[in-house]
């Protein structure tokens, strides 16, 4: 994966964060133990912890790939809590670091692959915001059909528990936006 792709995941999750209001923070959402409040934390908690693993620093918040911050990280402002994270990401993605490997709690990783992880994980969230609360959840097609690729190559059986649900059941014509979240074991 490359910095193009992390940049349009992020735009676009960026339009979903922005369109949630504080009225719809408890919401539940796709994530069953997530309400929004919750999922926003993980995302913002995945940029930085993206940041820390692509500059191969300890990061600044205690986090699990797949799960909760230790700390709420959203403070007054999601939205401005997001975009920090994006612009901290999209700084340390470049070529030298795309191309070393890296340590990461999974192992040593190539920075394409951790970079594809991060990007897939803030698109898929994405849509999980905007079903939660109610906004088009329809991805960009070629940025979706890129991401199923990445998704069918590194995402086995065995790795998807506890993270990841069993992969749901669709039409193999039907839209990319609705392959890669079934995919990703949720219901389009």
Known sequence: MDQTALKRACASTDRYVAGVTPDQ???P???TAWDVRALLNHL???LALHHAL???TAPTVSMVPGGLPDVGLLGADPV???RAGVEGVLAVTDDEALA???PTPLGDMPGAALCGFSTLDVLVHGWD???ATGQDATLDEDL???LLAFARQVISDDMRVPRIGPEVAVAADAPATDRLVAFMGRTP
Do not use: F, I, N
């Open 25 to 27: 923070l408890a919401l």
């Open 29 to 31: 959402t796709p994530c």
């Open 44 to 46: 913002v908690g995945t």
């Open 54 to 56: 692509m500059t191969d």
């Open 80 to 82: 401005a809590a997001y």
């Open 100 to 102: 070393r490997t890296h």
């Open 129 to 131: 915001l905007a079903r």
């Open 144 to 146: 979706a059909e890129q």
